[in-house]
């Protein structure tokens, strides 16, 4: 890019030529978007005529010119179309966001000329690691040898140009540094989302005795169970009896009971990520995104997984056809069709459970409240004197 008229696409035309002169060769152009957005949403000219000129120059390739053409970018849908027709980038590759087995075989990379401790499990890392990319590791792996380096700094001498090697031969990575490393690292995939694993247990909960067990009971054999480890560990019994579990819960109730809480609860039994939104959260003033917020949310918990995402006040967003009084551009209704659209795309193996809460039940919208979506209806009710006897004791202890 540059400011002087005619010269970045000067500068695009040379690399072209280079490229022909040396086939076979390969030009790759990092961060595509930067240099070829979207010409109806850009107000520059420089960038519409960098467009331009490198649609010219890539049908003029000639197909026997052997030179290859590929681009990167991490937001393919801010690319110019024409871009990717057919005979452009008419090939697209998602590289996605590492699984646990895939995080595994890069951590090992990453640390097989470290030094590691017995109790070191790279396994069990790998799974703690929801969201984290391939640099993500290597910074986490980074951390962990710099926390092994401080706790060892008394014995080193930095003033010496050697370390002794008995200090060399002590230094290893232990498990409490990759947990240390866990603490402080924060994954690209989910920075812009706040996801937290919550520490509330059933034991913070006082009171709802019969409210717990029936979550126990619905979480244990439908999430715990089903939903996060029967599918990985039995696919093929999973896919036999065609088990369909349920993708969501609807805590409803008096303001102020413990919706949120219990929510919580059940993310950190599950050893799940949480993602909480409230529903005013996900309305804007501009047209279309709000539904690009929804989907964004989705992404983001689908990335997380396994994780419990949590919608608060969902009658704000969730009002049943007519109720969004006041709403001329229908910005809430989009926003719960979309989410209507997220739910039903969901797949069982993406280990996403949904759970919202409302204080008003009378008002949301009957189609989010069939069967294979939030389809479990749980009463939070007000506690009674048992009950605040235990959420005294939960408080004060």
């Known amino acids: 890019m540059s400011k002087l008229a005619g010269e970045s696409e000067s500068n695009l035309r040379k690399a072209f030529e280079e490229a022909e002169k040396n086939a076979p060769a390969i ?8 240099i070829a957005p979207k010409r109806e949403k850009t107000h520059g000219e420089v960038e519409r005529r960098i467009v331009s000129q490198l649609l010219t120059l890539m049908d003029g390739l000639k197909q026997r010119a052997h030179v290859i053409v590929m681009a990167a970018t991490n937001r393919p849908n801010s690319i110019d179309p024409a871009l990717r027709r057919f005979g452009r980038f008419d090939r697209e590759v998602d590289i996605g966001i590492p699984d646990a087995t895939g995080r595994l075989e890069i951590l090992q990379i990453h640390t097989k000329n470290m030094k590691l401790a017995d109790d070191v ?18 910074a986490l792996c980074s951390e962990a040898a710099l926390q092994a380096i401080r706790e060892k700094m008394d014995l080193i001498d930095l003033e010496d140009e050697t370390i002794d090697a008995e200090v060399m031969n002590s230094l290893a990575v232990t498990m409490d540094d990759f947990r240390w490393a866990l603490s402080q690292s924060n994954p690209s995939a989910l920075r812009e989302t706040v996801v937290e694993v919550p520490q509330v247990t059933w034991e913070d909960i006082g009171g709802l005795e019969d409210v717990k067990r029936e979550l126990q009971e619905l979480m244990y054999v439908c999430a715990c169970f089903v939903l996060l480890q029967y599918p990985v560990e039995h696919p093929d019994k999973f896919l036999k009896f065609g088990m369909t579990p349920s993708k969501g819960v609807l805590f ?3 303001p102020g009971c413990g919706k949120t809480l219990l929510a919580k609860a059940i993310a950190n039994e599950c050893q799940a990520n949480f993602i909480s939104i409230k529903g005013p959260e996900l309305l804007t003033m501009w047209f279309g995104e709000s539904e690009a917020n929804v989907r964004e949310i989705f992404d983001k918990a689908r990335q997380a997984a396994p994780c419990v995402l949590f919608f608060d006040e969902l009658d704000s967003i969730a009002k049943a056809g007519g109720g969004n009084i006041g709403d001329g551009g229908g910005a809430a209704d989009r926003v719960i069709n979309q989410i209507l659209t997220e739910m039903d795309g969901m797949s069982t193996k993406k280990n996403v459970f949904i759970i919202g809460a409302t ?39």
């Not at 499990?121 to 640099?135: I, R």
């Open 359 to 397: 204080n008003r039940p009378d008002i949301i919208d009957p189609a989010i409240l069939r069967p294979g979506r939030l389809d479990q209806l749980i009463y939070i009710p007000l506690p009674d004197e048992k009950s605040r006897v235990a959420i005294l004791k939960a408080n004060l202890r």
């Open 27 to 34: 030009i790759f152009i990092d961060e595509l978007d930067a």
């Open 121 to 138: 499990d790279l396994e069990q890392v790998a799974n703690e690691t929801h969201g984290h990319v391939g640099a993500d590791l290597a």
């Open 252 to 254: 409803y109730g008096p």
